[in-house]
């Protein structure tokens, strides 16, 4: 974290030709469990980690907002009257899409003046750990502070997913967002996708001994787009067959009826997801009642759920779990959106190195491309550093 502010503090000065005015940063998120509930309006658990996006940030006297990044040399520049999800472009759409959609919740940016922004960050960019809610929400946070627009922090979720759904063009949902702003440290965000209720959880990982070992398959199967596009099909088509206004409204006991309604795909479908939601739940009330060393089974299930009912998984990842399972993790499963990225294992300290060595030697022998390895730990939401 020191280093981050010292080089995100030189970024600036060597870009922009003077000092900050003040620092700000975001964590970027793992999702522990709940997978493909958000767009169900049901539950997720995710926690923010100790990887952070720094912005170093000084008031310009004109209107115009630049930034930069240790990740793309180039500054890119615009004036804050001509913000458009339409002008923009490329990396600069995340943060400079924040800024445009904090003008969609009130702010008048033709009367505000603009800034400098530089941005250093040591998450990694595309491995499934949220790089871009962490770059909105640091973004978010520093220009409310300096623009004195005084959001909550539930608002600025709900800004930076704004900018990710119409500056950037993906169609997310809030999790990232919240648990980038929300977390605590050794504490997990539970969200009710539906009515954006968040508790922040204890979990307890630190005084039970445990890490949670992230397992970069770095692959990315070539049907992801259309798989969760036909994922989310069938969860509409399941819930309007049962006629509740989504899979959330269902519990494990209308299963029965669900099965003998629909087709044979379309349960197993639904089974995942109103699985994975009693599952979240049960997460949470297992922690509570028995701490974190209990949660393993649930992880598992959740990846047997993925890898049977929803078919979302994929060798890399079926084998990243066994592996990690069969040299002492307590738990494992995939994470994201599935056909590639990253699974997740919960893992006593004193066994990452050996399920680490058991991981590797496991995709050597299958033949699959060197995963990358990293323990993450549940670590402080966005806030001001200096
Ligand atoms: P993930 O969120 O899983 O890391 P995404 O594709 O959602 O992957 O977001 C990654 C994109 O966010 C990058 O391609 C880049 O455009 C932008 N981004 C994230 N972090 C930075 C950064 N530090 N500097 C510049 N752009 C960034
Ligand atoms: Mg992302």
Redesign the pocket.
């Known amino acids: 974290m020191t280093d981050l502010r010292s080089t995100v503090t030189t970024g600036f000065a060597a870009r922009f030709g003077r000092e900050p005015h003040g620092l700000w940063s975001a964590p970027g998120r793992v999702n522990l469990i709940g997978e493909h509930t958000d767009y169900n309006d049901g539950y997720v658990f995710p926690f923010a980690i100790n990887r952070r996006?720094l912005i170093a940030l000084a008031p310009r006297e004109d209107s115009v907002l630049r930034v930069a990044?240790?990740?793309?040399p180039e500054a890119v520049e615009i004036r804050l009257d001509e913000l458009t999800p339409d002008a923009l472009y490329?990396?600069s759409a995340?943060p400079l899409g924040v800024a445009w959609a904090l003008g969609e919740f009130g702010a008048p940016l033709a009367e505000l003046s603009g800034a400098d922004i530089y941005?250093?960050?040591d998450?990694p960019?595309?491995?499934?750990?949220?790089?871009?809610?962490?770059?909105e929400c640091a973004v978010a946070l520093a220009l409310n502070d300096v623009w004195q627009l005084n959001h909550a922090r539930r608002t600025l979720a709900r800004v930076g997913q704004l900018a990710e759904n119409r500056a950037v063009g993906?169609p997310t949902g809030i999790m990232d967002q919240s648990a980038s702003l929300l977390g605590e440290a050794d504490s997990g965000v539970f969200l009710d996708c539906r009515t954006l209720d968040a508790e922040v959880i204890p979990l307890g990982f630190d005084a039970a001994g445990l890490e949670l070992l992230i397992i970069d398959t770095r692959v990315s199967h070539s049907h992801a787009t259309g798989g969760y596009a036909s994922r989310r099909a069938s969860c509409e088509a399941g819930a309007a067959a049962m006629g509740v206004p989504a899979l959330r409204d269902l519990h494990p006991s209308d299963l029965p009826r669900a099965e003998q309604i629909l087709d044979e795909e379309t349960f197993r479908r639904v089974r995942h997801v109103v699985t994975e939601n009693q599952r979240v739940l049960d997460t949470v009330r297992t922690l509570r009642e028995q701490g974190p060393r209990a949660i393993g089974a649930l992880l598992d299930a959740s990846h047997a759920s993925m890898r049977d009912d929803f078919e979302i998984s994929c060798a890399e990842l079926d084998l990243a779990v066994e592996a990690s399972r069969a040299a002492g993790a307590l738990g494992a499963r995939m994470t994201g959106g599935g056909f590639g990225g990253a699974a997740i294992a919960l893992v006593p300290h004193e066994l990452v190195t050996a399920v680490s060595a058991s991981v590797l030697a496991a995709f050597a022998d299958a033949g699959h491309r060197t995963p990358t390895l990293f323990t993450v730990r549940a670590a402080a939401g966005a806030t001001r550093e200096l």
């Open positions: 996006t990044s240790s990740h793309a490329g990396w995340y941005i250093d960050s998450v960019i595309g491995a499934g750990l949220s790089s871009s809610a962490a770059i993906a």
